[in-house]
């Protein structure tokens, strides 16, 4: 076998179906971009209907197979509409990406209630609703793959982590319970732990250049990260590669978390 026949065979996602939250924009549209260049079938899931067009026409162009559901995940019923809707397009997935989140960090002393909900809705209620709606069938198939995106709040506290670092440690909780119940049946649950990315989501950090030049120097490799550093993690945690690994935060954040 060659070795461009060995590589295909072991993380080609050719036939797999791939669902990816907050798959328009940052590290979720890099995922979702990473999925359906190894082979999957994707369909994008995010508010903004603009983003989400560009992104699907983008895949597209590149001669992938993509689709796009517009929802709001804040919501239960929301996220069930959603899971419906996506699971239409090209069936039951195979893969479960969970990127969408909200990070709203108000200092403690001024969290309200309103801001705990909406983080606890969006960044852990929609990923457990998800994972409920798909990941039994997954399991009664034999094969399955979901993918969280969380946190270095998830672990520690610092940049005012508020009720986002609790959402997105509860995610990785999740994570494991959700291994404990599924992996016996070949289905696997992960998460991916970034460092400081430049996206959307961290507009608030990104407009201050000194804080941003100052976690890049926590960093071993010396920089921040990019959208682009989890497309392989993703593809691998996807693949058949990864089916003797569950249950595990595993961190693309450069060394942040241990230097």
């Known amino acids: 076998m060659s070795s461009r026949a060995y590589l295909s065979d072991l993380f080609s996602l050719d036939c797999r179906v791939a669902i990816v939250t ?4 940052g590290i979720g549209r890099a995922i979702a971009g990473a999925l359906a260049r190894a082979g999957a079938s994707v369909v994008v899931v995010a508010r903004k209907e603009a983003e989400l067009v560009a992104t699907v026409e983008n895949l597209e ?22 899971a419906e809707a996506a699971a239409q397009v090209f069936g039951e997935p195979d893969i479960l990406v969970n990127s969408a989140g909200v990070n709203l960090r108000p200092p403690m002393s001024r969290l309200g209630e309103d801001v705990w909900d909406a983080t606890m809705a969006l960044n852990l209620d929609a990923p457990y609703l998800l994972g409920q709606r798909f990941g039994p069938g997954m399991a009664e198939r ?10 270095q709040q998830a672990h520690r506290a610092f940049v005012q982590s508020g009720a986002y670092g609790v959402s997105k440690g509860a995610l990785e909780s999740l994570a494991r319970s959700q291994a404990e119940a599924w992996s016996p049946s070949g289905v696997t649950c992960n998460t991916l732990v970034p460092g400081f990315v430049m996206t959307p989501l961290n507009a608030r950090l990104s407009s201050d250049p000194e804080r941003v030049a100052a976690l890049a ?43």
């Open 142 to 151: 034999g094969f399955g793959r979901i993918i969280h995106i969380t946190s």
């Open 217 to 259: 120097e926590r960093t071993m490799i010396g920089r921040n990260g990019l959208a682009e550093d989890f497309e392989g993690a993703a593809v691998f945690l996807a693949s058949r590669a990864s089916a003797y690994v569950t249950g595990q935060s595993i961190f693309v954040d450069g060394g942040l978390s241990v230097h």
């Open 61 to 82: 162009a590149d001669g992938c197979r993509a689709a796009w559901v517009s929802a709001d995940l804040s919501t239960r019923d929301g996220v069930r509409a959603a």
């Open 22 to 25: 907050g798959g328009s924009s």
